[in-house]
């Protein structure tokens, strides 16, 4: 199939689990991994307890777009679902802004969710619709996807992410070894600026073995 959906993050609410489906479209043209991205929707399973095969998946629609996917990390809290998204910029860059869905609308599950975003604005706090072009940047580095979790030792928000590329003139097209993390006291932000966690011994050029070059590793998360 020339279309298909990749996984993103997922929980479950009131014994029901949700996923994020990131939907990709073959395209030779796009990148130089041959796709490019076109959606996102939210599967919902409530049978999840049950053996895969026999889950009944249905889906809704988070957004219908090739710039904003609201599903880098997936947060519950409160009476909302907290959504942080990516936006793909011109200049390729993926900075991440935040969405919510009130979760009284997951009851429903209509097959279309995306007129029930709401969008963090950068001067009008919380505003109706998916608002790339007006959304309050959080995190201003490249990353698409990451784990969002509450430290209760800490009191904080942790983030964590790899950027796909390293930094840097002599790096541009290097991928990135390294694994970050940022610290927020609220969703919302201010969030920290970010600080290395982590180095993927696999590209290491002193890895057991020898560097492989053609190796990528990325979409890090907190386990």
Partial sequence: ANSYTWLFDGFVHADVLYVGLLEVSSDASAT?????????QLARIANWRDAPRAWRIETSRLANSAHAFPGSALVVKGDHLYLFAFTEMQDGHQPRFLTRLALDRLEA?????????????????????????????LMDDNAS????????????????YASPVQTGSSRADRPSD????RTAEFLEGPWSQRSLLYLM????????GGHEPDTLCYAAKAH
């Avoid at 130089?32 to 996102?40: K, Q, V």
């Avoid at 505003?127 to 959304?135: C, D, T, V």
């Avoid at 011994?201 to 002193?206: G, I, K, N, R, S």
């Fill in 32 to 40: 130089a991994l041959g796709f490019r991205l076109t959606g996102m």
């Fill in 109 to 137: 599950f209509p097959a279309d969710l995306s007129g029930s975003l709401e969008t963090l604005s950068a001067d009008a706090g919380w505003q109706p619709g998916l608002l790339p072009e007006r959304a309050a940047i």
């Fill in 145 to 160: 996807e990451m784990s969002v979790e509450f430290d209760a030792d800490r009191a904080r928000w942790l983030a964590v």
């Fill in 178 to 181: 390294r694994v970050y993390v």
């Fill in 201 to 208: 011994p696999e590209l290491q050029p002193d890895h057991f």
